[in-house]
């Protein structure tokens, strides 16, 4: 039933920022874990980052350095802050939530478009 909207994606210049945040709609019972992945044409879904719910972030290492996950347990959100970006950057980026129905699963997004060119 949760459904999650991402926002936040669109054109930016090799080096600037984007703010990606992730919201989700309906009714919550319990999450757990957020992630962030990303797909560029003709390539498999690639994992960008997590966070726990106690804060602790994992990162890949193609973005290490550059993006930063955060979460707030309150409005149950989670944003990636991307900095430094590279055209190797672009791709859709997708929000998961972990969440509890009858048990612990994830939910997906429906992806927002982030490109990186001059």
């Known amino acids: 039933q949760v459904r999650l909207v991402e926002s936040g994606g669109g054109l930016v210049q090799p080096g600037g920022s984007l703010r990606l945040s992730c919201a989700p709609s309906g009714s919550i019972n319990s999450i757990r874990g957020m992630s962030w992945y990303r797909q560029a044409p003709g390539k498999q879904r690639e994992f960008v980052g997590s966070?726990?719910?106690?804060?602790?972030?994992n990162y890949a290492d193609s973005v290490k350095g550059r993006f930063t996950i955060s979460r707030d347990n309150v409005k149950n959100t989670v944003d990636l802050q991307m900095d430094s970006l590279k055209p190797e950057d672009t791709a859709v980026y997708y929000c998961?939530?972990?969440?509890?129905?009858?048990?612990?699963?994830?939910?997906w997004g429906q992806g927002t478009q982030v490109t990186v060119s001059s």
């Open positions: 966070i726990g719910s106690a804060g602790s972030a």
């Open positions: 998961g939530i972990e969440v509890y129905e009858t048990r612990w699963s994830w939910r």
